[in-house]
């Protein structure tokens, strides 16, 4: 079947290029996707830009617009298992981690279904009898959406669902990595009765996400990935002036305290790094340990990820699948070595595994490294893998300096039996999101984002439909007359 959904049509790339879909457990080729062109992403912001202009959407009322995105939500619980195991097999991720993102984008999904017609603006106070002024939202227009490889199913419905609720039409890109079910989820649109160019779906590289992004027919452009791909996404619109969310990231602190108990932050400390083999943007790859307990905590987490057992994503005995591709797991292998390097003592991990099972997979051991430094590599870029970081700190305004040493600022975690000194270390953290004595829920009524250059803009939550709509002040003098500001 072609894989571009462009105007209400699936059809094949202009170029009739394909691309190998590759499942990371054993570089099996599990499907062939059609591959666009600059031509193909033309076409797809043509066909979002016709219908836009033509009302075929935003000219919808908001709650028949909340009644498709529902039925979108009934669509993905239908479809749970098959989707989930697309999911699996383009990521290698656990299909109970699968199954579990599933449920995720149909909530994300009922959630700006039940927000599309709850805003219908304010009116202001004029100050004058005869003027009504109000503020009304109107959508932003055409927007690109550009989805990433960790989590392409989950990712995209952030976007695609509030631009649909707020009016928008839109041309979607997922990582060439992943595309699988992000075509799924295209189908499901349809199906729930998307109209003729309001969803298109262009899939390719680098070249195909630049073409979205110059367009001038695209308004908004929504990105989530790494930071180089996002600073070039927001110079290139800057010479269009569009509207650009971007999400880049994060080096993330889990600061832990000695008044904790030990095991359950153990245990979250292994979830909050080693969950989807790393490759997860709000990870907890910085673990921050008070002095007290720092020797006793760092030996008990190497201890349990040397038990983490790696395997197959279908095989209800994994606990973590393999990195996404040999690429990114050579530059895995060069960030651990980097550490080495700069005197990081590597406690557990630090290569590929040796069962003759995995080794046609791209898995890596889950890694800690302890006794490091600041100004480490390892400490201060993003690895996206299964490597863990040990600091240490004495007092509380020592583990808060710490945890907001970084040009990220995307997520972290406090770990404290003092509440009070929770609630401080959480407002004092610059982070977007800050757990405490917990790490890694999301819900789709909170925002999710970050500061410095985890990016800019806000995903989930009322931002994240207030992204993409428009603010039009509407002055209505009910009484004209002139005004005789002039007097010729």
Same mark, same amino acid.
């Given at each position: ?187 499901? %649109?349809?199906? @729930?009765?998307?109209? /003729? $160019? &309001?969803?298109?779906? *262009?899939?390719? =590289?680098?070249?195909? !996400? #630049? ?111 393999? %990195?996404?591709? @040999?690429?990114?797991? /050579? $530059? &895995?292998?060069?960030? *651990?070595?980097? =550490?080495?390097?700069? !005197? #990081? ?144």
């Amino acid at each position: 079947m072609p894989s571009l959904f462009i105007g209400g049509t699936w059809r094949p790339g202009s170029s009739s290029d394909q691309r190998e879909v590759v499942n990371p457990f054993d570089q099996s080729v599990v499907a062939k996707v059609d591959e666009a062109t600059v031509e193909d992403v033309a076409a797809a912001v043509g066909a979002a830009r016709a219908a836009f202009d033509a009302g075929a959407w935003s000219g919808t009322p908001a709650a028949e617009r909340g009644a498709l995105l529902r039925r979108v939500a009934d669509l993905l619980v239908r479809d749970r298992e098959d989707i989930a195991r697309l999911e699996t097999l383009d990521t290698g991720k656990t299909v109970g981690e699968s199954r579990q993102d599933v449920d995720d984008v149909a909530s994300v999904f009922r959630y700006y279904a039940d927000l599309a017609d709850k805003d219908p603006g304010r009116l202001v106070d004029a100050g004058r009898t005869d003027v009504i002024s109000r503020v009304v939202y109107e959508p932003v227009g055409v927007c690109s959406l550009i989805t990433p490889w960790n989590y392409p199913l989950l990712q995209v419905s952030w976007k695609v669902a509030p631009a649909l609720a707020a009016g928008n039409t839109i041309v979607v890109k997922p990582s060439e990595v992943t595309p699988l079910t992000t075509i799924r989820l295209t189908e499901l %649109l349809e199906e @729930a009765g998307a109209p /003729a $160019g &309001v969803v298109n779906l *262009v899939l390719g =590289g680098r070249e195909v !996400g #630049a073409a979205m992004v110059e367009h001038p027919g695209v308004d908004l452009v929504s990105f989530t990935g790494g930071l180089s791909t996002g600073q070039s996404i927001l110079r290139a619109a800057a010479e269009t002036v569009k509207k650009v969310t971007v999400e880049l990231g994060g080096k993330n602190p889990n600061i832990v305290f000695a008044d904790v108990d030990l095991e359950t932050a153990v245990d979250n400390a292994l979830t909050a790094v080693f969950l989807h083999a790393g490759q997860v943007c709000s990870a907890g790859t910085r673990l921050i340990v008070q002095d007290e307990i720092h020797d006793e905590f760092v030996a008990a987490v190497a201890e349990r990820a040397e038990r983490i057992r790696l395997g197959n994503g279908f095989d209800p005995e994994t606990e973590s699948g393999p %990195l996404v591709s @040999a690429q990114h797991r /050579a $530059g &895995v292998e060069e960030y *651990v070595a980097a =550490g080495v390097r700069e !005197g #990081a003592r590597l406690v557990t991990g630090g290569r590929r595994p040796e069962e003759p099972e995995l080794a046609g997979g791209f898995f890596y051991l889950p890694t800690v490294f302890a006794d490091c430094r600041r100004d480490m590599r390892i400490v201060q870029e993003e690895s996206f893998g299964p490597v863990l970081t040990v600091e240490r700190f004495t007092t509380e305004e020592e583990a808060i300096a710490l945890g907001n040493d970084t040009d990220y600022g995307l997520a972290g975690a406090v770990w404290t039996a003092d509440t009070a000194r929770a609630e401080r270390v959480a407002r004092a953290l610059r982070h977007g999101t800050v757990w405490i004595n917990d790490f890694g829920p999301y819900l789709p009524q909170a925002e999710w984002g970050g500061f410095g250059r985890s990016g800019n803009g806000r995903e989930l939550g009322p931002s994240g439909l207030a992204e993409y709509r428009e603010a039009k002040h509407i002055w209505h003098n009910t009484a004209p007359g002139p005004v005789r500001w002039f007097k010729g």
